[in-house]
């Protein structure tokens, strides 16, 4: 029988804000366990959580974003369960008037099919604390600094077949909240988290099979292959003739399979009710016109338009939108006045180069769009050749260093004095009679050894093209010598 | 609304509360009394009424995104049952 996989994903992101959904603690990563708290994060009795309007705005861009309903009259509610990730014994999330509903994320997968996930809901809630248990004392202890991080976690329908599928959404649902600035989306800080629901059935059938959840998925590479995991065990369950148990499973990494966690004592029962602590929320149509105004262009539409204004390909565009802060560089450099394919080749080849050489991101990058528009410049003035620049390029890189005084600093001006480059050839002929004599024979390969020896004579330094129509005049007269 | 003894048992785990036997009895008649009260709530016609979540007429209410300093963590552990100078400490949560 063949079998086909059903997935549905909720993703939980932390939002950018200076400050956590509750209280006016910053949000910045890492610190002394519990030194990012206040007595509102930490639970205490008496007092009064107030909404960060930064959060709601951001849940808005993100839903606009994602093609959702934005829901005018919203509410949070109260999940109640006892465990000392929150100090509260409550979570305060939304359940019956989630901020958004019914989104849409076209995709499209390397193998190059397309296809719209659907959104569920969209809803804001706070992140909970960190426990680690210490076997010494037999005890866990607590540490509030994410305890009211805010977060929004999205929902899909069960509209993913497979792991290719998955992280193709994954990958616009990152590119899309940081482009709209509402998340940096880090994976390896758990900026960025997604639990997988998953089932299997019979190909063809419309019905659902059980499904099982899985958690603990920290990179895209743990979500292949959990998935893979997960479709491979439930088929096999099944063919065996037994039973899929819906249950929360974990991924483990090291060992590569998904184990059965615990199940809490009792079903749970959050015994959801609307949060008295926080006024209800009514959206105006000036709110919302004002954050559509507001949304940033996007991948896919800086995709086309760099293709219509600048007649990049396709796959220039795609390299470029790849990353926001590299869009912005490419951007600016045009601005500047550089020519857009010079820009594109230079971005895509030398800068992305150096980024994966040094382990950076783009937004981590120091040089400015004026170093690299005035190195294009050098080039097309013939005062560098491309090599060279490459070499200045690289030189310059790290630190956005001067790119005249390096090159000055190391004598690298292109040589373009006509004398001093027909001296070179006139010298290199001089010294490999034999390498004229062998190309006249008909050996083509002697032209390059000829271009190669006049080059190195002016240390690389001149216009290669120069020196190609030099040698070529230079070939051509020694011939009409030889008719004669 | 019937209250049962095996829904007070089923209350007291979730509230995490150990109620001794003998007072599940007298807990399923108070809760009862209380639950009842609802009883004449519902009794009331409320067609054509919006359920209300909040009695107060205020909504919207929200603060700016400007980082306040926390607290001083010694503060805040001050009251902890358990804590040692860095977290709160408490039983075995963690698998």
């Known amino acids: 029988m063949t079998w086909e996989t059903v997935i549905g994903l909720e993703t939980h992101v932390e939002l950018a804000t200076k400050t956590k959904i509750f209280c006016s603690c910053t949000t910045a ?32 861009k993100a839903g606009l974003a994602l093609n959702g309903d934005i829901t005018r009259f919203c509410r949070f509610d109260r999940k109640n369960y006892f465990y000392p990730d929150l100090p509260k014994a409550y979570q305060i999330s939304q359940l019956y008037l989630p901020i958004v509903r019914d989104g849409r994320v076209p995709i499209r997968t390397p193998s190059g099919l397309e296809k719209v996930i659907r959104i569920h809901e969209l809803h804001m809630e706070e992140d909970a604390g960190k426990l680690v248990h210490d076997p010494w004392l037999d005890q866990t202890k607590c540490d509030y600094n994410r305890c009211g991080v805010p977060l929004i976690e999205i929902v899909t329908e069960p509209d993913f077949r497979s792991a290719e599928e998955v992280v193709a959404y994954l990958e616009k649902l990152r590119s899309t909240l940081q482009y709209l600035g509402v998340s940096d989306c880090k994976m390896q800080e758990g900026s960025l988290r997604c ?207 001067d790119v005249d005084g390096y090159v000055k600093a190391h ?45 190195r004579q002016l240390k690389g330094r001149a216009d290669p093209k120069a020196v190609n129509e030099a040698v070529r005049k230079k070939l051509d007269e020694a011939k009409c010598g030889l008719d004669k | 609304m019937k209250i049962t003894e095996e829904m007070v048992d089923y209350i007291s785990v979730l509230s995490r509360l150990r109620l001794p036997e003998e007072e599940r009895g007298a807990m399923a008649a108070e809760l009862e009394r209380i639950v009842s009260y609802m009883d004449v709530l519902e009794s009331l016609d409320t067609t054509g009424v919006e359920p209300l979540s909040h009695v107060f007429p205020v909504k919207n209410v929200m603060r700016p995104d400007r980082v306040v300093p926390s607290w001083p963590r010694a503060d805040l552990l001050w009251n902890a049952p358990g804590h040692d100078d860095e977290a709160f400490l408490v039983p075995k949560a963690v698998e």
């Not at chain 1, 206040?38 to 808005?60: D, H, I, K, Q, R």
């Not at chain 1, 500047?336 to 150096?354: H, T």
């Not at chain 1, 190309?439 to 271009?451: I, P, T």
Request: hydrophobic share 40%; charged share 25%; glycine share 8%.
């Open chain 1, 29 to 60: 990563f890492g610190g002394e366990a519990n030194t990012h708290c206040c007595p509102v994060c930490t639970g205490m009795p008496g007092t009064l959580p107030v909404l960060n309007e930064s959060v709601l705005e951001f849940a808005v």
């Open chain 1, 411 to 455: 004598g690298l001006e292109q040589v373009s004095d006509p004398g001093a480059v027909a001296g070179a050839v006139e010298a290199a002929f001089a010294a490999n009679p034999q390498s004229v004599a062998d190309f006249h024979s008909g050996k083509e390969k002697a032209f390059g050894f000829l271009v190669g020896q006049v080059m």
């Open chain 1, 195 to 401: 639990d997988v629901n998953l089932s299997v059935r019979p190909a063809g059938s419309e019905e659902l099979g059980t499904r099982t959840e899985m958690k603990n998925l920290n990179s895209f590479k743990a979500i292949s292959r959990s998935i893979a995991y997960e479709t491979r065990r439930q088929i096999e369950l099944i063919e065996e003739g037994k039973r899929v148990i819906q249950e929360t499973r974990r991924w483990d990494d090291n060992k590569d399979a998904t184990f059965a966690m615990r199940s809490k004592e009792n079903a749970q029962d959050y015994r959801y009710f609307p949060e008295p602590d926080i006024p209800p929320l009514e959206l105006s149509e000036e709110y919302l016109d004002h954050l559509r105004a507001g949304l940033p262009e996007m991948a896919e539409e800086k995709m086309t338009r760099y293709q219509a204004d600048y007649g990049l390909p396709e796959y220039d565009t795609q390299m470029l939108t790849g990353q926001k802060a590299l869009a912005d560089f490419f951007e600016s450099t045009v601005a500047l006045g550089a020519d857009p394919k010079q820009a594109a080749n230079w971005i895509m080849g030398q800068v992305l180069g150096q980024l994966s050489a040094r382990g950076l991101e783009a937004k981590d990058m120091k040089l400015s769009p004026r170093t690299l528009v005035h190195l294009i410049e050098l080039v097309r003035t013939g005062k560098l050749n491309r090599n060279t620049a490459v070499k200045v390029f690289e030189a310059v890189f790290a630190d956005d260093g």
